[in-house]
């Protein structure tokens, strides 16, 4: 088992990571380094003829709507996905650019709403973490006083003292994770980019 002091040294120092994360006060679960952009505005996006009257009816065109699945999957390389864009749209005729329009919305659509998912489990995670680091901080402060104890239950301090190096392997864990999934809404936004810009290019 760690010493109380090496236990306390990392509890400071997973404590200060959280606080120093969360950096912008209107959301304060947000954890990581750059800034939390809540939603991607279509202008920021899309040049193009307005998505407004397909918004909610590309859905009902199924070759769009297999299409739109295809893109948004990241396992797709771009190249892969911007080629796929490139036959639908010239093999579309006359229907090009209001397949274009269609098919804008649904990537749109579909990957914003990815976007959100996983920026709201990083909010989820970051919780779960707070919660951790207190019960090991609270965990800490009882093995502390036991040990401070004239007649210490030698058991008990072993108990917790595991409880406390397994609880903080976990949250060194999953903090981890949290600086891997920081950079998926990055990487969704890049794809949405990429693949708007191919829309808009093959539907002119």
């Known amino acids: ?3 109380l002091g090496c236990v306390f040294l990392a509890i400071t120092t ?3 990571g959280l606080a ?3 950096a912008d006060p209107r959301y304060p679960d947000w954890p990581c380094a750059q800034a939390k952009v809540p939603d991607i505005s279509i202008a920021a996006v899309w040049d193009g003829p307005s998505i407004e009257q397909v918004q909610n009816t ?3 065109d199924a070759a769009v709507t297999s299409l739109v699945t295809r893109l948004v999957a990241r396992r797709i390389p771009i190249e892969e ?3 796929s864009i490139t036959e639908f749209l010239t093999g579309a005729g006359s229907a090009k650019a209001t397949k274009g329009v269609q098919l804008f919305a649904g990537v749109f659509e579909t990957l914003n709403r990815q976007r ?4 709201n489990g990083l909010e989820r995670l970051q919780r779960r973490q707070r919660e951790l680091a ?3 901080k609270s965990d800490t402060a009882a093995l502390h006083e036991l040990q401070d104890k004239s007649q210490p239950d030698q058991a008990k301090i072993d108990e917790i003292g595991s409880q406390i190096e397994w609880s903080t392997r976990i949250f060194q864990d999953r903090q981890k994770s949290v600086r891997y999934a920081c950079e998926v809404p990055t990487i969704i936004e890049r794809r949405l980019f990429a693949l708007a810009r ?4 093959q539907a002119e």
């Open 20 to 22: 120093a994360e969360a």
């Open 116 to 119: 959100t998912d996983v920026m």
């Open 198 to 201: 191919t829309i808009q290019q």
């Open 81 to 83: 996905a911007q080629k």
């Open 1 to 3: 088992m760690k010493s």
């Open 14 to 16: 997973l404590c200060a």
């Open 58 to 60: 590309w859905q009902n």
């Open 134 to 136: 207190d019960h090991i």
